[in-house]
Every structure is written in structure tokens, then in C-alpha cells.
């Protein structure tokens, strides 16, 4: 395929990658269409008794070897995870976490590797990349979903036990994009050879085997397994980054590298398919890893806000700061919840969770961040600096700065936020898409879209009244949730809302509306909230049957995340039909063109000069 792709084609790309079907009930498509079931959620499911003994024992053995063994320090200044740290991951059986027992893994839950993952991240963020890359996106989620017998038996007890790997999608040109793709696999009699120049690979700078993306011509984008140490494969770069600093992430060249025909993963021209299924639970690794920062952070902000007095009071005790540290605190539970909501329906296995898992995503890593964001005002001076200059004056090695910089990346891997809201967004409008797509897409001719018109009519005219009533509006309504039930009203009554304009803005954008990204990201975010909320609620009232003695503080912190999440759907609401997105575009449009040039003077940039 030529790297010559117009917008339609990627899009197509992507289309044809897409999981399109539904076997599973989805408690997000639902809340899209103002169907608000929370008969999917709650109550959520019990976890099984073996796997939370053996999860904890294990979290209890990894906690014991960071705090022994590993100096969080040493990552940031050497810029480097050290050997032996990786050798203790690998004897702690780190690298096997999801795999299961029988191919000589760990075989944790979902609910257990999230914990493992968020316990290493907090304590370094390069930690929780190694690891989740290795296995969300690394080796061994691809072959655990999709390989043969074979492969299975031949590479998971290696890369569970002490084969790093790493996954090579991204190239220079191709980023968010994959249609791009410019990596090839010509077939040869046995196999097939390997040519392309991969960017970015996290592990690809040690890695001993990787998940390598390249066009197998005629045939499409294909997922190969490829031992690491195969002539012709040449580590050309070690990246840095503004953080992640101890994360092997690679430039590697592959250059008429032989293949054999049994690492094909799937089929031929499955690759993006294979890559974007294995993400629909792999995503949940990153929120994961949100979700301990913005523990962490909690933490951090009880004890400083405490401890530091300034104008003859504690910090915390002013109103700003006291602000912030009830924003940091609900959005810690907030995240939590959402988090495990998603979690245990991964582990239950009767939901489909792509769209929860990818709101997961996107919301931890955009909440995440501002969280942190708020942290470091509230650590002032000290937040800004370094942990090893903090310790050098004896002060607390309290990485506020570092763990900002670590956070970042969290909005722009594994789908960046713009493409995580065209991606939910997709999901979100399917319904529309299956009964008027062809209107919508303004293809076919007359007779066609009369029928389909006729179609969409019958659609239309039995599912619009549904959306005019609802639980939401009887006062008694999910009473069994006591003081949170009012948050479970306003959840339904605004589902339905949310599936009212999102009726409206398609019959007024029609085929345009997927042009309105800034539309569109709204009705994903209102929805992120929406299953935000309802988590919350829910998992608070796990929180009551399973841990009694902490029902109350839980009620507390989902109350007040509810709060200030309502807030946040109000604003999103009025926002969806009272903008500038229109004059935004216009006027972005002429700064690409260069009419705004003197707003650029008065400075030299570093960058022309090198
Ligand atoms: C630290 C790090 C680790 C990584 N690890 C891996 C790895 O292990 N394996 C791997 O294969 N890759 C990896 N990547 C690559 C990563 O997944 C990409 O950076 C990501 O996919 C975004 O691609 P890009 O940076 O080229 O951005 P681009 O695609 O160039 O996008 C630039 C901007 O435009 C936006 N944008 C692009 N297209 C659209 C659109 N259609 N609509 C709206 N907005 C759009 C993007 O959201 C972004 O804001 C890593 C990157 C980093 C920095």
C-alpha cells in the first residue's frame, strides 16, 4: 500500500480493524443510546476468593522487593531500570502476571494485575511501562487472544518468564494512523522477509522478543512474533523523553529480516485487528496506573497540606488549597471506582468492556493528570523540585515533579485523547450508524436511501419516545443506594439526555457530524462522566458489603465526586450547543496559514538554530 493515504481510506483502515460485533451486553453502548442499565454494574461481581489470596500475596512480595531493592532515585538519575531490578521482576514472576498458570505465569485477575501495576508505578512509572507494555500490548496478550496452540506453548512460558518483549506498530510517518504503515513482509517459500524502520517500541531497546506490525502486500497489516536477536534487526536508538526516564523505548531497524510462517499471529492481514482487540482490556494497565498516582497523590497532599503552616495556619486550611485537596481526594475514589467497575466485568467475562475500558483510559489519563497538576500547587516551591534535590537538602524525596512528567505521556499513548474520542465516539453512534448510516454517509442512490429511510423511520419513532421518560424521574427511584441514589437519578435522566443530542446533532450535522470533533468529544465525555458516577456509587456500595467498617467515608468521597462530576455534565451540555468550535477552526485555519506571522516575532527558537 502507498503512504499516500487520503483521510477517507485511513478511516476505512480503521473501519475494517474495528471489532464490529456485539456477543456481549455493554453497559457503556447502552448509556449512549439513554438506555442506563445498571443491572450490568450492580451489584458488581465478587471476586473469587483463590485469586484474591493469591493476588495479594503476590502484591505483598512485590511491595517488599521495591521497598528492598529498588531506589526510584537511582532510576531517574542513571535514566536506567538497573539490571538487577529487572532480574528481581523476572525471579518475582513480574513478567508473567497475566499469563496463566499453565504456561508457567502468575495468572492474576484483571483486578490484581491492575493492583500489581499501580503498586510498581507509584513507586517508579518506568516500573509499571516495562511491565505493561511487555504484557498488554508486548507478546503475550496478542498470542493469549489470538495465537495457535502452538505458539502459545512455545513463547508464553518465556516471555512469563524471562523474555522481555515489546511492541513495534508505530514508524516515523505513522503514528495515530496506522493506514500509513510502511513496514513490509514480502512472503518468501517458508516465511516472509521483514523490512521497515519501527519508532518508539517501549522495551525495544532490550527486548528479547516483539510483536512486529509490517504489510504483507495484497494481504494487509500482519502481527508477526519475532525473536529479537534475528539478523538484520538493529537497535539504532535509545529514546528519552521528558519522563519515563528508565524505560528502554527504541528506534529499530529491520532490514531483510527472515520471518517463519509460524509467527504469523491470527492471519494474515489481521494485525490491526489483532492490535486493536488486544487493547479493549490491555487499556485497562494505563488507567491502572492513574489510578495509584492519583492514590499517591491523595497522600502526598493529606500530609503536606497538614504539616506546612503558612499565615499561622496549616495550608490545608485555606480555602484554595482545601479545595484543591478535596478535588484530588474525589477524584482519587472517582478513578478507583471506575477502575474496578471495569475490572471485575473483565474478570467475569459476561460484559463487553471495550467502551468502559477505553473511558478508562481516557478519563484516567485527562483527571490523572489535572490531579497531579493541583498536587504540585499545593507542594508549591517544593513540587517543583526534584526528589534527589529535596533529599540532598534533607528534606522528603517526594517526587511531585517527576511523577507530573511520568503522568504525561499517560494522554498521548495507547490512543491519544483525540483519537480515544473518535474511537468511543464511534462506538457510541453505531447504533445510528446500523439503521442510517447510508443516509448519514450520503452514498447509494434514491430508492435505497428511501428504504433505509423507511427503516431508520421505524427506529426512530419507537426509540425517541423511550428517551422522554425514565427512572430518573421518579423520586424514590434506586432507593436502595440511600443518600447516593439522587446521583443514580441524575446518571439516568442525563443517559437519556445524552442520546437526545447526540439524535439532534447528528440529524443537524448528518455525514458532517464526524467533522465536529469538538461536538463529538463532548457527547464522549459526558458519557465518561455519566459511567464515572455510576461507578462510583456502585463501587461505594461494594465498599459497604464487602468492608463495612468504611462504608461511610466511601459514601462521603462518591457523594462528593458525583458533585462535582454533575458539574462538570452541565458544563458539557451547554457547551455542546453554545461554542466557538466553528470561529476556532476558521481562525486555526489561518494560522496554518500563516497570517497570524507577526505574533511570532520577539523571540529566537532554540530549534531553528540546531
Ligand atoms: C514514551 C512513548 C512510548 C511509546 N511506546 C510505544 C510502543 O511500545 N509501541 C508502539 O508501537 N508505539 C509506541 N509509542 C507511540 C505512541 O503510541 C504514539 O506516540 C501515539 O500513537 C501517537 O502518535 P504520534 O505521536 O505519531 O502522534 P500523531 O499521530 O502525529 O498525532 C499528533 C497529534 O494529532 C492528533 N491527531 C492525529 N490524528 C488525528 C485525527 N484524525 N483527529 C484528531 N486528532 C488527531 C493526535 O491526537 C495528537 O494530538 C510510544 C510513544 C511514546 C512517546
Redesign the pocket.
Known sequence: MSTEVTERQ?RAVAEAAREREWRLPSFGKELFLGNFRLDLISPQPRLDAAAVDKGEAFLARLREFLVAEVDPLEIERESKIPERVLDGLKQLGALGMKVPETYGGLGLSQVYYNRALALAGVWHASLS?LLS?HQS?GVAQPLMDFGSDEQKRKWLPLVARDHVS?????EPD????PARLGATAVPTDDGYVLNGL???????AIADVVVVMAQVPDRGITAFVLPYDSPGVTVEHR?A?MG?RG?E?SVTRLEDVFVPRENVIGAEGQGLKIALTTLNTGRLALPAICVGTAKWATKVAREFASERVQWGQPIGRHDAVAQKIAFIAASAFGLEAMLDVASRLADDKRSDIRIEAAIAKLYASELGWQVLDELMQVRGGRGYETAESLKARGERPVAVEQQLRDMR?NR????????MH?LIAREAVDRHLEVAGEILEGDGDLKDKARVALQAGRFYAKWLPQLAVGEGQKPGAYERFGRLAGHLRFVERSSRKLARSTFYAMSRWQARLEKR?AVLARIVDIGAELFAMASAVVYADTIRSEQPGRADEAAELADLFCKQSRRRVGALFSALWSNDDVDNYALAQRVLEGRYAFLEEGFADPADAR
Open positions: 485511513a511501562t507494555a500490548i515489546a511492541f513495534l506498530l508505530t505513522v503514528g495515530s494512523d519501527k519508532l518508539w517500541a517501549t522495551n525495544g529514546n523523553f519515563l524505560i523505548n505521556i498521548i499513548f495507547e490512543g491519544s485523547t483525540e483519537i473518535l470533533q
